[in-house]
């Protein structure tokens, strides 16, 4: 099994509101990522957890707040966001750095903010 | 810092052709790895080729190779034999040592296979 699964895969939703998007892998990688895709970019990193700990913040704003609960999962908060925020969010998960850190993806969370 | 080049926003190639997409690199860390991504209009990233900065041989893997140079700092990446369902966005990225787990992506090539 070698899947990422994220939900959910569309949202819409107000400057006021909170929601959040989920992302699970049971392939025991021990390193997830949240990576933010506008329209024809590359992914931007945003946050990597590896062991379930915090290791990278991309001086991401505070209106988005990841959460990893455990190994399989890993959650990004969402508040107050802005339409600038609408974009398509990629989770992943590798197993480590090297051949073994080729990043497994998710088919991403389409967000548009209204 | 690491920075990662991708020079052809978009590129044509007629079915059953070779076509070789560029990427350059740079780092000032010795050791790194230089992945190549595929992304289908669908979303999702699927990992295609890895060659690390130690590895002695091009990486392949099936119609897919990586053409590297390092003393060039190049990654380029050749899909023999197209298919129509290789038209998609195709991504060069970089990890550095030092990074942990820090991954950069280049700004993509779009490629259409034509039949």
């Known amino acids: 099994d070698t899947e990422v699964t994220q939900t959910p895969k569309h949202l819409v939703m107000g400057m006021t509101n909170k929601k959040s998007l989920k992302c699970e892998q049971h392939?025991?990688?021990?390193?997830m990522y949240w990576y933010k895709q506008k329209a024809k970019k590359p992914p931007e990193l945003m946050f990597v957890?590896?062991?379930?700990?915090?290791?990278i913040n991309e001086s991401v704003p505070s209106r988005f707040s990841p959460e990893c609960p455990n190994s399989s999962l890993l959650n990004l908060h969402l508040h107050a966001l802005q339409p600038e925020d609408s974009a398509l969010y990629l989770c992943?998960?590798?197993?480590?750095?090297?051949?073994?850190?080729?990043?497994?993806f998710g088919q991403g969370t389409r967000l548009t903010v209204v | 810092a690491q920075k990662i080049t991708q020079t052809q926003p978009g590129m044509f190639v007629q079915e059953k052709e070779a076509v070789t997409l560029d990427c350059t690199y740079d780092?000032?860390?010795?050791?790194?790895?230089l992945f190549w991504y595929k992304q289908p209009s669908s979303g999702e990233m699927i990992f295609l080729i890895y060659?690390?900065?130690?590895?002695?041989q091009n990486a392949t893997e099936g119609r897919y190779s990586l053409n590297f140079q390092k003393a060039r700092k190049s990654a380029n990446l050749v899909i023999s034999a197209s298919q129509l369902g290789d038209s998609a966005m195709y991504f060069c990225?970089?990890?550095?040592?030092?990074?942990?787990?820090?991954?950069?992506f280049g700004a993509g090539t779009r490629l259409f296979v034509k039949a």
């Open positions: 992943a998960s590798s197993q480590d750095w090297g051949l073994n850190g080729a990043a497994f």
């Open positions: 392939m025991g990688h021990r390193a």
């Open positions: 957890y590896s062991y379930e700990k915090l290791s």
């Open positions: 780092t000032s860390d010795p050791s790194y790895g």
């Open positions: 060659q690390g900065s130690y590895d002695q």
């Open positions: 990225a970089m990890s550095e040592n030092t990074g942990g787990f820090k991954t950069i």
